[in-house]
């Protein structure tokens, strides 16, 4: 079975600083995709960026960058110049390739403070 | 165009009831899957619908809950007898086949 783990149940930042959010992976499989999504009080679950695990390039999406560590099993997110709008709850998933159901960590709420 | 849509946002209900929550995917979207979160938690993945294959129930808790989709489009989630366990939000999402899964608002149901 797969386990996802995110150690920090809450973060905080100063606006415009930079903040790193954990997670940790279980699986035998070679073959999977990691996903960061954000969860903002209106509840819609929104894709912030992806991972294919047979890509050794960590991925970016503007100011959010993975760093990902296949043989450690970490996938950590990177929001740099942080925002206000980035306040949310951050749920880290798993999917191995070829299966259907997403495999997500606990979360961790990240308050931004101006 | 238009995102994965469910409906109602809000259902408070008295426990042993029936309720049905619905969603709507994304036009031509082939896979919907439906997820439970329970406060403060991550998500739990229910049941999974792929075109007109079976779909994958082995998320479903108990014989309470049921789901059924015709073709690619609507999909209702049943649950029958509510207990107060089942006070959640329930997170519908939809992908083209094995693609990036996009969420709609959920529908927090509070079962009383």
């Known amino acids: 079975a797969q386990t996802v783990t995110q150690s920090q149940p809450e973060m905080s930042v100063q606006e415009a600083e930079t903040v790193t959010l954990s997670c940790t992976y279980d699986t035998s499989e070679s073959d999977y995709y990691l996903f960061w999504y954000k969860q903002p009080p209106s509840r819609q679950m929104i894709l912030v960026i992806r991972?294919?695990?047979?890509?050794?390039q960590n991925a970016t999406e503007n100011r959010f960058s993975v760093n990902f560590q296949k043989a450690a099993k970490s996938f950590s997110l990177k929001i740099s110049d942080s925002q206000l709008g980035d306040a949310a709850m951050y749920f880290c998933?798993?999917?191995?390739?070829?299966?259907?159901?997403?495999?997500f960590g606990q979360g961790t709420r990240l308050t931004i403070n101006p | 165009g238009a995102g994965v849509s469910q409906s109602p946002s809000n259902k408070v209900t008295e426990k042993g009831k029936d309720v049905e929550l619905r969603c709507d995917p994304i036009?031509?979207?082939?896979?919907l899957y439906w997820y439970r979160q329970r406060l403060g938690q991550g998500l739990e993945f229910l049941i999974y619908?792929?075109?007109?294959?079976?779909?994958?129930k082995s998320g479903l808790p108990s014989d309470r809950f049921s789901a059924e989709r015709t073709g690619e489009s609507v999909s209702t989630l049943t649950i029958q007898r509510t207990q107060q366990e089942d006070s959640a939000v329930y997170l519908c999402a939809s992908s083209w086949r094995f693609d990036t899964q996009y969420f709609g608002p959920g529908t927090r149901l509070t079962v009383l």
């Open positions: 036009s031509g979207h082939t896979a």
């Open positions: 998933a798993l999917r191995l390739q070829g299966a259907q159901k997403l495999v």
């Open positions: 619908f792929q075109g007109n294959s079976a779909p994958d």
């Open positions: 991972q294919e695990a047979y890509k050794q």
